[in-house]
């Protein structure tokens, strides 16, 4: 929820007025500051078990990707990578394919001076290169 938004500044507004939400607000605080050892271990088997919800890295992409196309399926995408993609860029990896390999990688993920024509066919394949 953005800062300055009307639903924002009410709920705020209610915390500092309320007298049930400011006790509560009080014992919270009292609770993640606190130095005893029993309330320090509590805070970290909460806090484990609270990580145990957590929302990963994969379901915050995944979530991402339904919002950008409500018909994603990862299943159809691992097919489609498995059965299509992999293979082609492999295979033109492996033929030393530049053109084929530049149409599947984007610039990110080959340094600016990446070539195969370098290599020779005859004695190295693009595998056998240090690059």
């Given at each position: 929820m953005?800062?300055?938004s009307p639903r924002q500044e009410r709920w705020q507004q209610l915390k500092e007025t309320n007298l049930l939400l400011?006790?509560?607000?009080a014992l919270h605080e009292a609770y993640q500051e606190s130095d005893n050892p029993v309330v320090s271990s509590l805070r970290s088997v909460t806090s484990t078990v609270a990580s145990w919800f957590d929302e990963n890295e994969t379901a915050r992409v995944l979530r991402t990707m339904?919002?950008?196309d409500p018909s994603f399926s990862m299943e159809a995408f691992e097919r489609e990578l498995?059965?299509?993609?992999?293979?082609?860029v492999v295979d033109a990896y492996l033929s030393a394919d530049n053109d084929a390999l530049k149409s599947w990688?984007?610039?990110?993920?080959?340094?600016p001076s990446f070539s195969f024509s370098t290599c020779d066919s005859?004695?190295?394949?693009?595998?056998?290169?240090?690059l």
């Open positions: 953005h800062a300055s400011r006790k509560v607000s339904k919002i950008l498995r059965e299509y993609i992999v293979p082609e990688c984007s610039e990110a993920v080959r340094p005859h004695t190295e394949t693009p595998a056998e290169l240090d």
